[in-house]
């Protein structure tokens, strides 16, 4: 027998191990979960080989299960799901932690949890995410650049101030969807400030079909100043951004110290997702910044 048949479930990246009547489970906690696509799918390619490399010792595949105090957005959730991961999140946990009589332990990473009928704000939650749903790509823009602002409001105000309006510079030049000044005491918005110079965060909302494209990041771009709105942007955009905007956005940040983020539409329900449960929705914001940062 060699050294690697003895090989431990947890010395291959899981946290937690047990057997019932349906076999071996293995469980990755993670604190906070995943929510850029990008960490999603690094999560899912680690516990699937994961998994196999395990069911090549032992002959049976085990479950895998992702643990989280959070939620996921059903797209970033059918990602798991469809690679048979199994996801415990803060609604399974809190629900289980009733039947095992350990609320009070649950309470300390999930706060306090009653099973009750939708609150106003998960119901104002859901609407938004049919609305997004509902508005196609292309020429309904008005309707999008609409509901970006009560999507942006939603999320960020408070702490962010409500948003001004198709604002232009002094010039007439550049006109921006939308500004959210910011003014927060503390949290990520308030490292934001200090570290990007996000006094005002400006959001462009762009309803196509497919990628933006490089004169959308410019275009941005020319309008954040440092003596003026600042360094610091949001693009709200239908899908993903193609792969070689990532050379633009790195310049933009690299020479100009512009750090421009483009949140498709995977990423906003997943900061409806995040809001709706009363988890923080900048934290996807927070995993985009770093992801980008680490990938230069």
Same mark, same amino acid.
Request: hydrophobic share 40%; net charge negative.
């Given at each position: 027998?060699?050294?690697?048949?003895?090989?431990?479930?947890?010395?291959?990246?899981?946290?937690?191990?047990? !057997?019932?009547? /349906? *076999?071996?489970?293995?469980?990755?906690? $993670?604190?906070? &979960?995943?929510? %850029?696509? @990008?960490?999603?799918?690094?999560?899912?390619?680690?516990?699937?080989?994961?998994?196999?490399?395990?069911?090549?010792?032992?002959?049976?595949?085990?479950?895998?299960?992702?643990?989280?105090?959070?939620?996921?957005?059903?797209?970033?959730?059918?990602?798991?799901?469809?690679?048979?991961?199994?996801?415990?999140?803060?609604?399974?946990?809190?629900?289980? !932690?009733?039947? /095992? *009589?350990?609320?009070?332990?649950?309470? $300390?990473?999930? &706060?306090?949890? %009653?099973? @009750?009928?939708?609150?106003?704000?998960?119901?104002?939650?859901?609407?938004?995410?049919?609305?997004?749903?509902?508005?196609?790509?292309?020429?309904?823009?008005?309707?999008?650049?609409?509901?970006?602002?009560?999507?942006?409001?939603?999320?960020?105000?408070?702490?962010?101030?409500?948003?001004?309006?198709?604002?232009?510079?002094?010039?007439?030049?550049?006109?921006?969807?939308?500004?959210?000044?910011?003014?927060?005491?503390?949290?990520?918005?308030?490292?934001?400030?200090?570290?990007?110079?996000?006094?005002?965060?400006?959001?462009?909302?762009?309803?196509?079909?497919?990628?933006?494209?490089?004169?959308?990041?410019?275009?941005?771009?020319?309008?954040?100043?440092?003596?003026?709105?600042?360094?610091?942007?949001?693009?709200?955009?239908?899908?993903?951004?193609?792969?070689?905007?990532?050379?633009?956005?790195?310049?933009?940040?690299?020479?100009?110290?512009?750090?421009?983020?483009?949140?498709?539409?995977?990423?906003?329900?997943?900061?409806?997702?995040?809001?709706?449960?009363?988890?923080?929705?900048?934290?996807?914001?927070?995993?985009?910044?770093?992801?980008?940062?680490?990938?230069?």
């Amino acid at each position: 027998m060699t050294p690697d048949e003895h090989l431990h479930p947890g010395d291959v990246g899981f946290d937690i191990e047990f !057997s019932n009547d /349906a *076999g071996l489970h293995l469980v990755e906690c $993670k604190v906070p &979960g995943p929510q %850029t696509r @990008h960490r999603v799918g690094a999560v899912v390619e680690k516990l699937v080989a994961t998994r196999e490399r395990i069911k090549e010792r032992a002959g049976q595949p085990p479950q895998a299960i992702l643990a989280i105090p959070g939620t996921l957005s059903p797209e970033s959730l059918e990602q798991f799901t469809s690679s048979g991961i199994e996801v415990w999140d803060r609604t399974w946990l809190a629900a289980n !932690s009733i039947k /095992a *009589g350990r609320v009070g332990e649950a309470a $300390k990473f999930l &706060g306090e949890y %009653t099973p @009750h009928a939708s609150s106003p704000l998960e119901d104002r939650a859901d609407d938004l995410r049919e609305q997004l749903g509902a508005i196609p790509p292309g020429p309904a823009w008005v309707e999008y650049q609409k509901l970006c602002r009560e999507i942006a409001e939603f999320l960020f105000c408070p702490p962010l101030s409500p948003p001004i309006w198709e604002r232009s510079n002094f010039s007439s030049v550049n006109r921006r969807d939308l500004i959210l000044p910011n003014y927060a005491l503390d949290g990520l918005w308030a490292y934001l400030r200090t570290r990007y110079q996000a006094d005002y965060v400006v959001i462009d909302a762009k309803n196509y079909s497919e990628s933006i494209e490089k004169d959308e990041i410019l275009q941005i771009a020319n309008y954040l100043q440092r003596q003026g709105v600042g360094l610091f942007a949001l693009i709200f955009s239908r899908t993903e951004p193609d792969s070689r905007l990532l050379y633009t956005l790195r310049e933009q940040w690299v020479v100009y110290d512009k750090m421009i983020i483009v949140l498709s539409d995977s990423d906003v329900m997943q900061m409806l997702s995040d809001k709706r449960a009363g988890t923080d929705p900048t934290e996807l914001i927070r995993q985009k910044i770093e992801d980008f940062r680490l990938s230069i």
